[in-house]
Each structure stands twice: as C-alpha cells, then as structure tokens.
C-alpha cells in the first residue's frame, strides 16, 4: 500500500489535475459554444470568436500547461518525491 | 570547439547549425541575384538540407537497445519539446493548414484548437507516468500494465492502425515535394522520398531520430515564420502580423460582401471543367455559423483531435526520452509552445494570402480584374500549367469574381510568397520546410509501428530470449519493411481512399485513450476490461466509420458525427466496456496495484527497469 505521504501527494496531483482541466475545457470549449455570440465583440481590431480560435485559446494552452507543471514540480518538492535533477 | 559531452554542447551545435543553414539562405539568394535558375535554387535547398539529416542519422548510429528505442533517455527539455513539435507538425500541417483556413474559415480552424490543446491532457494524465514507468513502447506499458499477450496485441493493432493511416500521407507529401523540387515523376519521388526518411532513424533508431528532428524542426519554423514576416511588411499590413491584422481581417468581411460569397452548383463545375480537389472561396473568412449545430461540429471536432493526440503512439513515445520524470512532463509543455509557434502564425499566412488576393487596393490582388489580364501574371500561368490553378468564367462576364478563382489548398503557403513578389530564393526555402515538415512525421511514425512490431511482439511474445544484437537487427529489417510497404501504397495513390488524417486520431482515440488513461487513474482496470475496451473501441468506431463514410456506406451520420469524428462513438464505447468488464471481473492483483502506486511518484527507480 501507498504511504500517507504519498497518498497525500496523490490527492493534491489530483487536485491540480481537475483544476487544469477544468481552464482546459473553458478555453477549449466553451468559449466556442458560443462562438456566434461573442464574435461582435473585438480584441486587438479581431472578432473575438476569431481571435479566440486563431491565437487564443492557444496561448491560454500555452499558459495553463506552463502553470500547471510548475504547481505540480511544486507539489512533488513539497511532499519530497521530486526526481527533478535525475541523471539515469 | 565541442569540448565534453554531446549533450552538454547541444545549444553551441544546434546554435552553429542554425547559422549555418541561414548562411545558406543567403548564399542562395546571392546566387539568386546572379541569376541562378529558380529550379536549380529549389534543388539545393532540398538536398542540401536532406543531406543534413541523413549525416545527424549516421553520426547517431548505435548498437545498443536503450539508445535505439529510447534515445538512452538523455535528451533535454527543450530539445526534446523542438523534435516532439517536428514528430508533430506534418506535411499536411505544414502544406495545407493555412490553405484549409483560407478556404474553410472559422470551421476549419477546430484544427488549431484541437490540435493543441492535446497535450494539456497529455501533460496531466499520461506522459510523466508513462516517463516512471519506463516502457519502451506504447504497447509495452499497457502489455505490462494489464498483464498478458492479448493485451499488448490489442494495443499493437490499434497503434499500427492509427499510424499507418498517418503515415502513407507523410510519404506522399514527402513525394510530392520531392517531385516538384528535383522535377523527377511522383513515383519515383516517393521512393527518393522514403530513402531520406530511412536514413535518419535505421542507424541510430529514435536516438538518430531526435537529433534529426530537432534539426528538422529548426528548417521548418523558419520557413514558416520568415514568409509571413516578410508578406506582411511588403504588402504593408503590419510590422507584427500576429497582433496587427485586426483591420485586414475585418476588410475581409467588407470585401466578402462587396463581391459576394456564391457556392457552385455542381453542374456548373462539371460543365466548366474544374478538376477535383481544387477549392474556391466560399466560406465567411471570420463570421461564426449560428446555431447549436455548427457550435457542436466546432466542438467535436476539437474533442476528437484532442483525445486523439493524447493517444497517438508516435508522439507519448517521445516522452520515454527524458532523463526523468519532470522533465518529462516540462518537455510537453515546451512541445505545445514551439507547435504554437507555427498554429499560431497560420491564420495569419491565411489572411495575407486572402488579403493580397482579393483586395483591389493591392496590387497583387487578382479578384475583380478582367480573366485575360489575371490569365498573363506569371504565377497564374505557372500554377495553372502543373493543375494547381484553375480559372472559370462561370457567369460569362469577363471578370474575375470570388467563386471563379479555384485552387489546390497546398497552393496558399506554397506560392503566396511569389505571389506577394518575394525573391524565389523564399520558395526554395518553404519547399525545404515542407520536405522536413513531412519527413520528421514520417520518421516518428515509422519507428512507432517497427518499434512495437520489434519489441512487443517479436521481442515480447515471440523469442524473448533474443539477444540485443538480433533485436536490433530485426527491428531495422522492420523498419524497412514498413517504410517499403507505406511507399508502396501512396505511390499507388490510394490515399483517397486511406483517407483523411484525422481518421489516425479517431482511431488511437476509440482503442488507446482510455485504456491508457485508466491504466495510470484507475487501478481497479483489469486486463479483461482494457482488452474489451481496445477490440470493442476499436470495432465500434471502425464499424460507425464504414457507416456513415463516404467512400463507404455513406449514411447520413448521427448528430452530426461525420467520418472525421467516428472516435466519438468509439471511445465512449472503449470506456463503457472496459468499466463493465473491469467490475465484472476480479480486482487486480496487489502486485499490479504496488506498480500502479510507483508510477503516481516521480522518485525512485522506474516501474519495469529500462
């Protein structure tokens, strides 16, 4: 069986893995539910339903990907289970 | 100069490589000047770059099994997210992407959203657990994982399935390109083509493959990003194009109902003589379709090329490559920010292409002008004379309207810069990026298939004491084999028939994705459950594909789950029987249940020793 330690690390892994999602399935689908709606609105001069799908919520991929894999390294240090720095 | 290790000198060599091909950008432009034939200008560009990876793939030769499969799981970060982003971006990326958005507008561009947003779940539920459980291949873990040959068998179906149907389009592109750049026939051109790819991984295996990537990708973002820099700039749009063409992207909504969108009827092209597969504008470029109906065909299609680059073998396999787990999961995310890079910068090559096109305040725009004038410009003759280019005056007016203007979609990255009036030296350099863009794909996806022939089923289920020297063997006399047989079929040109490159997500998504997934979140999955999920996902979305197919059955599809969406039918079938079965069955054994415990911890050694 799994220690408290690690179990611990398990739930706040989960924890950050719903989180990320959850920005995920914003940006990558509700925000294009209502893609007819929000296009009469503009950002940078762009549609925004447009702009959204051109660039976006790509690079709120980019963001949320970036964020999430630092909280996680965060987690891991914090439970001491990181192997970051492994040469194997 | 390269003191120490190769690894510690990465960024000196690939730095000094990157300076290098620019070097010979503008040794070919000089050329250029002094009148060097475009033709010979395209042939350089194609061999000189080729030659380059075929020498990274010698250099990276090896004998030993770690380094063939896994690279010798040394590669770092960021370097591995460069060569992830060339296994990723594939000819079709690269050739028809910015062509597919030109034409098909707003709709078209679930692309982009789904072929990004991917690796989020890549990065959170698989690939660091994946990187600790230490498997050579995809089917290695799941062969593991659930325990037995059925299992590991399922997986190598789907996973050759997917893969295959992905990569006769990479040789076909990488013959196409071939073809057109050393004028010699498409059938021999594959063959040239499929030589180049095989020799940067039979060497060294993904160990050649990386490196080779990795200089792949460094040709392909700069023929990509340097064109539509410079098409914006000269055409005067904006300095920065990415933040800058708000205005012309609304001009192009003024101009779409100033000139009108019409669609064709069917008849009309028949009686004019327009040749298949060549588009015209008849989409909104911005506008979004109204209705739940076309929001849903966005959605899904997003869903299905998600879920389906969280299961595609080729690309969770670059990942066994890290030194270690976080690096592992950091490598993702620099993966999705140099594919972003180019997906990015797409939309707007499609817009400057769109704009220079039909805007009558450009001087390159064609739309509106009399049919004899349009029919004397250069690239309009040259385009036409190889059937890429097609003019019609379908309403006998003598001028050119929006619906009578068709082109072949490779057409819009491929000949914009001549269009737009940069040297030729440019298109030189965009048929260099094809070719790589093309070959990096092929590479990545030749191995995965050779891979899991070589290690999971002969390795693993045929003669598993096979020394390391007669697996390698035959995994490169695998590789071969695959490569022939992947050339053999797209120089018969049935890739039509094949179908379309979404059809390898829809597949790697009905039999790979949940049993992967629950492989690691779930521990309860047993190996009844996994191998009802892959055969049962499988059959259900190949059966539903054959439904409603064009090519086959052709019934009208379910809610809108056309051929190119089938994984939506079969992975939620994958996941009901492998949750069924599972529960059905008795709970895996405490020993499976400690492995799955070890892969949730990024420290300590890997679950199965490699």
């Known amino acids: 069986m799994a220690s408290?330690?690690?179990?611990?690390?398990?739930?706040?892994?989960?924890?950050?893995?719903?989180?990320?999602?959850?920005?995920?399935?914003?940006?990558?689908?509700?925000?294009?539910?209502?893609?007819?709606?929000?296009?009469?609105?503009?950002?940078?001069?762009y549609p925004l339903a447009y702009y959204m799908?051109?660039?976006?919520?790509?690079?709120?991929?980019?963001?949320?990907?970036?964020?999430?894999?630092?909280k996680q390294q965060e987690i891991d240090e914090e439970h001491g289970v990181s192997d970051a720095g492994r040469d194997d | 100069m390269f003191q120490g290790k190769f690894i510690d000198n990465l960024p000196k060599i690939y730095g000094t490589y990157t300076g290098g091909f620019l070097a010979f950008c503008l040794l070919m432009a000089v050329f250029e000047a002094?009148?060097?034939?475009?033709?010979?200008?395209?042939?350089?560009?194609?061999?000189?770059?080729?030659?380059?990876?075929?020498?990274?793939?010698?250099?990276?030769?090896?004998?030993?099994?770690?380094?063939?499969y896994v690279a010798g799981r040394e590669v770092p970060t960021v370097f591995n997210g460069m060569a992830t982003a060339?296994?990723?971006?594939?000819?079709?990326?690269?050739?028809?992407?910015?062509?597919?958005?030109?034409?098909?507008?707003?709709?078209?561009?679930?692309?982009?959203?789904?072929?990004?947003?991917?690796?989020?779940?890549?990065?959170?539920?698989?690939?660091?657990?994946?990187?600790?459980?230490?498997?050579?291949?995809?089917?290695?873990?799941?062969?593991?994982?659930?325990?037995?040959?059925?299992?590991r068998f399922a997986a190598v179906l789907v996973l050759v399935l997917a893969s295959f149907t992905y990569v006769t389009a990479q040789i076909n592109a990488t013959g196409t390109i071939a073809s057109r750049a050393l004028g010699i026939p498409f059938e021999t051109a594959v063959y040239v083509g499929l030589a180049s790819i095989l020799m940067c991984s039979m060497l060294g295996g993904m160990r050649a493959v990386t490196w080779t990537q990795v200089a792949q990708y460094i040709v392909l973002i700069i023929a990509y990003l340097l064109p539509v820099f410079w098409i914006s700039n000269k055409i005067g749009a904006g300095f920065f194009p990415h933040f800058m063409l708000g205005e012309e992207v609304q001009r192009i909504a003024e101009l779409e109902k100033t000139l009108g969108l019409t669609k064709n009827s069917a008849a009309?092209?028949?009686?004019?003589?327009?040749?298949?597969?060549?588009?015209?504008?008849?989409?909104?470029?911005?506008?979004?379709?109204?209705?739940?109906?076309?929001?849903?065909?966005?959605?899904?299609?997003?869903?299905?090329?998600?879920?389906?680059?969280?299961?595609?073998?080729?690309?969770?396999?670059?990942?066994?490559?890290?030194?270690?787990?976080?690096?592992a999961r950091r490598s993702v995310a620099w993966s999705l920010f140099f594919i972003f890079l180019l997906y990015f910068s797409a939309p707007m090559l499609a817009t400057?292409?769109?704009?220079?096109?039909?805007?009558?305040?450009?001087?390159?725009?064609?739309?509106?002008?009399?049919?004899?004038?349009?029919?004397?410009?250069?690239?309009v003759q040259e385009w036409t004379a190889v059937g890429q280019v097609f003019i019609a005056d379908l309403n006998g007016d003598g001028i050119l309207g929006l619906n009578e203007f068709f082109m072949r979609s490779g057409v819009v990255v491929l000949a914009t810069p001549e269009v737009a009036g940069l040297p030729y030296v440019i298109s030189g350099l965009v048929a260099a990026g094809g070719m790589a863009a093309a070959m990096s794909t092929a590479d990545g996806l030749i191995l995965?298939?050779?891979?899991?022939?070589?290690?999971?089923?002969?390795?693993?289920?045929?003669?598993?004491?096979?020394?390391?020297?007669?697996?390698?063997?035959?995994?490169?006399?695998?590789?071969?084999?695959?490569?022939?047989?992947?050339?053999?079929?797209?120089?018969?040109?049935?890739?039509?028939?094949?179908?379309?490159?979404?059809?390898?997500?829809?597949?790697a998504m009905s039999g790979l994705f949940f049993p992967l997934v629950l492989g690691v979140w779930w521990k309860r999955a047993t190996r009844a459950g996994a191998?009802?999920?892959?055969?049962?996902?499988?059959?259900?979305?190949?059966?539903?594909?054959?439904?409603?197919?064009?090519?086959?059955?052709?019934?009208?599809?379910?809610?809108?789950i056309d051929h190119l969406r089938f994984g939506l039918i079969g992975a939620p079938v994958c996941l009901i029987l492998m949750i069924v079965v599972s529960l059905a069955t008795e709970e895996p054994d405490a020993k499976t249940q400690q492995m799955v415990d070890d892969i949730r911890i990024p420290a300590g050694k890997t679950v199965s020793g490699n």
């Open chain 2, 268 to 327: 009309a092209l028949k009686a004019a003589k327009v040749p298949g597969g060549l588009a015209y504008i008849s989409n909104p470029h911005s506008a979004v379709p109204a209705g739940a109906m076309a929001a849903w065909k966005f959605i899904s299609l997003a869903i299905c090329m998600m879920v389906g680059t969280a299961s595609l073998p080729h690309i969770l396999m670059r990942y066994f490559t890290t030194p270690s787990v976080s690096a």
């Open chain 1, 53 to 70: 799908t051109a660039q976006g919520s790509l690079a709120a991929f980019v963001i949320i990907i970036f964020w999430s894999t630092g």
């Open chain 2, 531 to 560: 191998v009802a999920g892959m055969l049962g996902g499988l059959a259900a979305g190949t059966a539903y594909l054959i439904y409603v197919g064009p090519k086959f059955m052709a019934q009208t599809p379910w809610l809108g």
């Open chain 2, 448 to 507: 995965a298939i050779s891979n899991a022939l070589s290690h999971d089923v002969y390795y693993k289920m045929i003669n598993p004491k096979a020394d390391t020297a007669k697996r390698l063997i035959v995994a490169r006399v695998l590789l071969v084999v695959v490569g022939v047989f992947g050339a053999y079929i797209a120089s018969m040109r049935l890739t039509g028939i094949l179908g379309s490159v979404a059809w390898a997500f829809d597949f």
């Open chain 2, 86 to 151: 060339a296994d990723w971006m594939s000819g079709a990326s690269f050739v028809a992407m910015a062509g597919g958005i030109y034409f098909g507008g707003y709709t078209y561009m679930a692309f982009l959203v789904g072929w990004t947003g991917g690796y989020i779940l890549v990065s959170s539920l698989l690939a660091p657990y994946l990187r600790k459980f230490g498997c050579y291949t995809v089917p290695d873990f799941i062969g593991t994982r659930y325990g037995g040959n059925v299992a």
């Open chain 2, 34 to 68: 002094n009148g060097m034939s475009a033709k010979t200008i395209g042939i350089l560009f194609v061999a000189f770059t080729v030659f380059i990876y075929a020498f990274i793939g010698y250099l990276s030769r090896t004998m030993q099994a770690s380094a063939y």
């Open chain 2, 352 to 379: 400057l292409s769109k704009i220079a096109l039909i805007d009558p305040n450009i001087p390159t725009s064609i739309i509106g002008k009399s049919i004899a004038e349009v029919q004397g410009i250069k690239w």
């Open chain 1, 4 to 45: 408290k330690n690690n179990e611990a690390h398990w739930e706040k892994t989960k924890g950050l893995m719903r989180i990320t999602l959850a920005l995920w399935f914003f940006f990558g689908y509700v925000v294009f539910m209502f893609g007819h709606d929000i296009n009469s609105m503009s950002f940078l001069g």
